[in-house]
């Protein structure tokens, strides 16, 4: 199975702050990853799919990129309604696998 | 819009069955693979199976595998998870999603309770 190494598990950040959020592949998986937003009792939401491709609706403020097996999610300018938990999955190969998960909390 | 509804959630003993469903519209249902995923209570999110556009391809994480059974009904734009030996572990909120380069439209979601 592929494991997605996901860092940090949370983080404390302020409004205005720039956010990196990594998944590291086991393995490679070319661009077969995407980024999910979760709020508290919420559904999840898709920001970015095909490593770097914004989700329609989305605010050109999350970007994904990618290096190799290493994934990245942006916020270039944190805003109040970003405070949420960020997940990324592979869908390259199954079982499909999450990333354990980045809680990103008011500093 | 797309909207996925889904139902048939609820509490049953260790060892008894469930049957989700998910009703489809707003989209083409035929044309695309469908996804459960789930989330234990306080924990992260869990793929579960998925199914190809005609159901002749499905796919389970270990955990599941011979216990539960995706299915679907293009005529009527649902697809299905069929549970039997549930766990405790199995407890968690179940989610039908469309994908289309990975989960990219989700339900709301049910709450499956695995206790006695």
């Known amino acids: 199975d592929i494991q997605m190494t996901q860092s940090p598990s949370a983080m404390s950040a302020s409004v205005g702050d720039r956010v990196t959020i990594t998944c590291r592949a086991s393995?490679?998986?070319?661009?077969?990853l995407a980024w999910f937003q979760q709020k508290p009792g919420k559904v999840p939401k898709r920001l970015i799919y095909?490593?770097?491709s914004l989700q329609s609706g989305v605010p050109s403020r999350f970007s994904g990129s990618a290096s190799g097996t290493i994934f990245t999610l942006t916020i270039s300018s944190l805003q109040p309604e970003d405070f949420a938990t960020y997940y990324c999955?592979?869908?390259?190969?199954?079982?499909?696998?999450f990333g354990g998960g980045t809680k990103v909390e008011i500093k | 819009e797309v909207l996925l509804v889904e139902s048939g959630g609820g509490l049953v003993q260790p060892g008894g069955s469930l049957r989700l469903s998910c009703a489809a519209s707003?989209?083409?249902?035929?044309?695309?693979?469908m996804t459960w995923v789930r989330q234990a209570p306080g924990k992260g999110l869990e793929w579960v199976a998925n199914?190809?556009?005609?159901?002749?391809?499905?796919y389970y994480v270990d955990s599941v595998k011979g216990r539960f059974t995706i299915s679907r009904d293009n005529a009527d734009n649902s697809v299905f998870l069929q549970m039997n030996s549930l766990r405790a572990e199995d407890t968690a909120v179940y989610y039908c999603?469309?994908?289309?380069?990975?989960?990219?439209?989700w339900g709301q979601g049910t709450l499956v309770t695995v206790s006695s």
């Open positions: 999603a469309r994908s289309n380069w990975g989960p990219d439209s």
């Open positions: 707003g989209f083409t249902f035929s044309t695309y693979w």
């Open positions: 199914i190809k556009e005609d159901g002749s391809e499905k």
């Open positions: 393995q490679g998986i070319n661009s077969y």
């Open positions: 095909g490593a770097s």
């Open positions: 999955l592979q869908h390259s190969t199954y079982p499909l696998t």
